[in-house]
């Protein structure tokens, strides 16, 4: 791969029909979510505060199932749509306006299950936002909920989730380390996968769910690291002293040659 001041390459993923019939989708359940306002042409407060607000629109790679996240008077829930009624269900049952985000939504390829952060990221101090000066105190976590609406779970704490196609794993960072765990057994230890320098982001999983790719940030320069799930074998593509990071896999995902992970972008000169 040729360097330069940035190389950005990128390859369509077959996501495209998904996105637009994600987008439609948001745009139809929004409006029928809207509240009504007071008679006599009079605006009615309540109302305008109570409005629902959508964000962080995702779609499964390979089905079509959305899932969103839907803040109403505070209170955030996953909510879900699949084709062809695209009729929203919400997946999740907070019920307070306790301040604890909803971010980092993943759905697995067969849009069976929903993972998701609930809490916000920590300070330099590696404190966790505590809104309600909680006690007991408050953390970052993985939490899961399957599209059936059968209940959501909590599996521990952790950031950046990626789940497998069939959605029996999820993969996710906790302190520094990548992890592995059962994504439908809260009882379940997180299997340590990579305990390396650096600091690990943007988990990426192959469409064949064989192989992880992420960002190995070192400072004044980051690698990026791949790891092949059935053999535990680690190595850096072509690791020098750029800014390397955006790893993306093409759509056949085979091995972790060069060829098939597309999307890096190299800056020098930092």
Do not use: C, K
């Not at 605006?43 to 962080?56: E, K, Q, R």
């Not at 190595?235 to 060069?258: E, I, V």
């Amino acid at each position: 791969m040729a360097r330069g001041a940035a190389t950005v390459m990128r390859a369509a993923t077959g996501r495209t029909t998904a996105a637009a019939s994600a987008v439609l989708a948001a745009l139809v359940l929004t409006t029928a979510a809207r509240p009504t306002a007071a008679q006599n042409g009079q605006t009615d407060l309540d109302a305008l505060v109570g409005w629902p607000f959508p964000s962080a629109l995702t779609a499964a790679p390979a089905s079509p199932v959305v899932a969103w996240v839907r803040n109403e008077r505070g209170a955030r829930n996953i909510w879900t749509a699949a084709a062809p009624g695209w009729s929203g269900r919400r997946l999740t049952s907070f019920t307070r306006d306790d301040g604890q985000e909803i971010t980092q939504l993943a759905v697995s390829a067969d849009g069976s299950l929903v993972a998701f952060v609930r809490g916000g990221a920590p300070n330099r101090a590696g404190e966790i936002p505590n809104p309600e000066s909680d006690p007991a105190g408050v953390d970052r976590e993985i939490w899961v909920a399957p599209t059936d609406g059968s209940g959501a779970q909590r599996l521990g704490p952790g950031h950046s989730p990626v789940l497998s196609p069939d959605g029996a794993w999820v993969i996710h960072i906790d302190r520094g380390v990548i992890q592995r765990r059962p994504a439908r057994d809260p009882s379940a230890s997180p299997e340590p996968l990579v305990r390396g320098r650096g600091s690990p982001g943007e988990l990426r999983l192959s469409p064949d769910g064989t192989h992880l790719a992420w960002t190995s940030g070192r400072g004044d320069h980051a690698f990026i690291g791949v790891l092949d799930l059935e053999s535990g074998t680690l190595r850096y593509l072509d690791p020098s002293l750029d800014q390397d990071g955006n790893p993306a896999w093409s759509p056949d995902g085979q091995g972790p040659t060069d060829s098939h992970l597309i999307g890096v972008i190299e800056v020098t000169g930092m």
